[in-house]
């Protein structure tokens, strides 16, 4: 047996006040460039996911948040070559600030309906249904 190493990463899915869902593409240079992802990363030893969340969007995006805004919605377990990826996957409709790509990356804010018009990580389209569900409230 194999034993690859668990990556915790935790991605949130922010909706707007359209019911849109927001999408950043992987940049180059990246592992999976070119595709398109729900924002997030890694979970740090001293973090909850809501934590890293928090930090991550103002990283990325150069938004606030707070542990609180977000919402469980799911999660995936998704083997890749050299390591395992655990993701709980929050919504969050609150947030302050204008967002930025703070990398310079490609965003977009996209209806239920389009989704699979985006190429996603292998991970990321398992989740497209609940997302879908969710939007659909």
Known sequence: MTTKKVLLVSAAMLIDDENRVFL???????????????????????????????????????????????????????????????????TCRIWAGRMTAIEGQKTAWVPADQLTDYRMPPADEPLLPALRQELAR
């Open 24 to 90: 950043q593409q992987r940049p180059a240079g990246k592992s999976m460039a070119g595709l398109w992802e729900f924002p997030g990363g890694k979970v740090e030893a001293d973090e909850t996911p809501e934590e890293a969340l928090s930090r991550e969007l103002a990283e990325e995006l150069s938004i606030k948040t707070s542990p609180t805004d977000f919402h469980p919605l799911t999660f995936a377990s998704h083997g890749y070559h050299d390591f395992h990826l655990l993701m709980p996957v929050f």
